[in-house]
């Protein structure tokens, strides 16, 4: 399994929760997880099929700032 690894411009819970259902149909239940704490507001996201792109647009889709942090 992929891991990909986003910073982002989510900041509480309760934007975590309006994106949980799109971030299900994109990668699955359980697939992927924020860390708030960290100062890039993280996102990850564990697989071997979702692009990038189509985590940033929908991120983007929603108002959020979103950009794949690179190895």
Partial sequence: M???VFKTSVETMEHITHLAPVLDSLAGRGTWNFDLTDCDRILRIIS???KPEAAVHLLSDFGFVCRELED
């Fill in 48 to 50: 071997d099929t979702v």
């Fill in 2 to 4: 992929n891991v990909i």
